[in-house]
């Protein structure tokens, strides 16, 4: 059984960093793509990034681009994603998700991904 577990969310002031981990496990990924979405209550689901568990090719959103970095760590089967300079707007509920696929296409589409983990709060001050 696939789980994924987000760990790391807090409240970080205007400016700040966190970084979020995310513990997979029950199979292995590496034909996965795997991603970060988020969701600010009231609104939809939102692509944040992804990568490939085969490269190390990473993708963003516009966003976040330049001040979130999605990284893996392969000994830990743990997916990151540091965040810096955060700001107000990045207040949300983030989501691990894993979807099966080794191929570009569709990754920021959150209806593509099969798993996904609880969630983790991440709330910003201003």
């Known amino acids: 059984q696939v789980q994924l577990v987000e760990s790391g969310g807090g409240l970080v002031q205007a400016g700040g960093s966190l970084r979020l981990s995310c513990a997979a496990s029950?199979?292995?990924?590496?034909?996965?793509?795997m991603g970060w979405f988020r969701q600010a209550p009231g609104k939809e689901r939102k692509f944040v990034a992804a990568m490939r568990w085969s490269s190390t090719n990473t993708y963003y959103a516009d966003s976040v681009k330049g001040r979130f970095t999605i990284s893996r760590d392969n000994a830990k089967n743990t997916v990151y994603l540091q965040m810096n300079n955060l700001e107000a707007d990045d207040t949300a509920t983030y989501y691990c998700?894993?979807?099966?696929?080794?191929?570009?296409?569709?990754?920021?589409?959150?209806?593509?991904?099969?798993?996904w983990g609880q969630g983790t709060q991440v709330t910003v001050s201003s």
């Open positions: 029950g199979r292995t990924f590496t034909n996965y793509v």
């Open positions: 998700a894993a979807r099966r696929g080794d191929y570009v296409a569709d990754y920021s589409q959150a209806l593509r991904y099969n798993y």
